[in-house]
């Protein structure tokens, strides 16, 4: 098996994972080397194997994709990543991108369109799916034209959307403390930095935030 490019994937769905992983044994450019299911363990997979390819889905447990992104950019910045999602939105592809993803893939198209994705990426080139490239770049074209107003979300910070995440998914001081290995009184103090940001003050008004912003998915 020597020569292929390697390949992790992180998705939290397992029938799903398990689908991409059997259909990727007959495409001989690539070896699944690592698996993982939340954002906390495809960034220790990730780190583990070096990959020369991710395959990543956006909304995940303990910490999403673009956090994901973020984190793995600082150690790895050559490392290339598709995110593969359900999410067809222009806000979500330049967001990914602007992280640092060369390919973004919709998880309803064919294994034909995913193994082009796969072989422009690791070509060096971008790769969106078509169902959505036109709309990208309409929405790329519209944005250019208005002056952005920022936002409160705009300006919370990337470790406070994590924060906001795991508050979101219903974790405690103690338990977002160990899961992104910062002090309790750190997370408390992105915590009262969030609520003065975005003018709310209870736990269950962050997590309603959460869903409307698409960190956390009612399942």
Not at 195 to 210: E, I, Q, V
């Amino acid at each position: 098996m020597s020569g292929l490019n390697k390949v992790v994937i992180v998705e939290d769905h397992v029938i799903f994972r398990d689908g991409l992983r059997e259909l990727l044994k007959n495409f001989d450019q690539v070896e699944v080397v690592g698996e993982a299911g939340d954002g906390l363990e495809a960034i220790r997979c990730i780190k583990k194997h070096q990959p020369d390819l991710v395959l990543l889905d956006i909304n995940m447990p303990k910490m999403d994709g673009l956090a994901v992104i973020h984190e793995i950019k600082k150690v790895l910045p050559k490392i290339k990543i598709i995110v593969l999602t359900m999410f067809k939105e222009d806000a979500y592809v330049i967001e990914t991108f602007k992280a640092g993803a060369k390919g973004y893939c919709l998880k309803s198209s064919s294994f034909d369109e995913l193994k082009m994705a796969i072989g422009a990426v690791l070509a060096g080139n971008r790769f969106i799916s078509p169902e959505i490239e036109e709309k990208v770049m309409e929405g790329l074209l519209e944005t250019s034209k208005k002056i952005k107003t920022k936002s409160a979300w705009d300006t919370l910070t990337q470790r406070e959307k994590e924060v906001l995440k795991l508050v979101g998914e219903g974790y405690k001081n103690r338990e977002i403390s160990d899961y992104l290995c910062i002090s309790e009184k750190t997370v408390e103090k992105h915590r009262a930095n969030i609520m003065n940001k975005l003018d709310m003050h209870t736990a269950s008004s962050l997590a309603a935030y959460a869903v409307e912003k698409g960190l956390v998915v009612l399942k």
